[in-house]
């Protein structure tokens, strides 16, 4: 006879942000997604009742977007190989109102090299703003890659510019 091992049971929860509906997931102990809705292929509501760490966050992505949080200290987590973990843990050091290219990235990494393996393991991560992929940016400053599109990349980029910096215009 095996022993019961505790299922983490993974709610949802949506924001409708300034930049569009966020899809917000997690257990109790973590939240393990935030992305952006799929209208057409979410459920049209929950089935369980989202757990307090998701309200939690919500509650910080308001403060986010109204320009009275820069730091989150909600827990997260997500699964991937020990490079895409090791990249997301070097995004997540990337301070608000700042960037990074992906040139620098890589070097942050320990390796110029892996410029491209840091770039895909950027683009899967699924904890956006949480984890802030949408920081890093090419290396003649301009903007390149983001699940979400251009313009909503331009929109947190020139929102956290403008509450750490007082810059109104980045790109």
């Known amino acids: 006879m095996q022993p019961e091992t505790e299922i983490e049971v993974v709610t949802f929860a949506y924001y ?44 910080q992505l308001i403060e986010y977007f109204t320009g009275t949080r820069q730091v989150f200290d909600i827990p997260y987590h997500q699964s991937g190989t020990a490079f895409q973990e090791k990249v997301w843990a070097k995004l997540a050091e990337i301070n608000y109102g700042n960037t990074y290219s992906y040139g620098d990235l890589a070097k942050k990494l320990g390796d110029p090299k892996v410029i491209r393996a840091a770039a895909a393991a950027n683009g899967k991560n699924k904890l956006m703003i949480l984890v802030p992929c949408h920081r890093v940016i090419g290396a003649d400053r301009s903007l390149v890659g983001y699940a979400g599109g251009m313009p909503k990349k331009k929109w947190l980029l020139q929102h956290e510019f403008r509450i750490k910096h007082g810059v109104q215009t980045l790109f």
């Open 16 to 59: 409708d942000s300034p930049i569009g509906i966020l899809k917000i997931g997690g257990t109790d102990l973590y939240i393990t997604e935030i992305s952006f809705a799929d209208k057409e292929n979410e459920p049209a509501s929950n089935t369980a009742e989202p757990s307090p760490l998701i309200h939690r966050c919500i509650e």
